[in-house]
């Protein structure tokens, strides 16, 4: 008998499905209460989830992300997240 392995799912805070946690990119919001992007996703502090370009400018639109990690998102994290969305884009 083989055990199935349950595959870690989030939902995306831009278009609201639930998707494979290694698919998406996390922003953590850390314990000082500065917000950086997870390469790793394993850093402490409240996670929220993006899962492409797309969704970020949705998130960003509806103010997702600040609403998720509970404060104001400087528009350096954006742009950390547009560049780690182009560079998944290429490494395709």
């Known amino acids: ?9 989030r939902k ?3 278009c609201n499905e639930m ?5 998406m ?21 409240r996670g929220a989830y993006v899962c492409s370009l797309e969704c970020l400018g949705k998130a960003m639109k509806n ?8 404060a104001e998102i400087p528009s350096e994290v954006y742009e950390q997240l547009k560049e780690a969305f182009a560079k998944i884009e290429q490494s395709k």
Do not use: A
Request: proline content about 4%; hydrophobic content about 30%; aromatic content about 0%.
């Open 12 to 14: 995306c805070i831009g």
């Open 1 to 9: 008998m083989s055990t199935v392995r349950k595959v870690p799912l």
């Open 25 to 45: 990119i996390r922003v953590v919001k850390t314990t000082e209460g500065t917000i950086v992007p997870d390469t790793t996703g394993r850093m402490n502090g």
């Open 63 to 70: 103010k997702g992300l600040s609403r998720s990690l509970k």
């Open 19 to 23: 998707k494979n946690k290694k698919e």
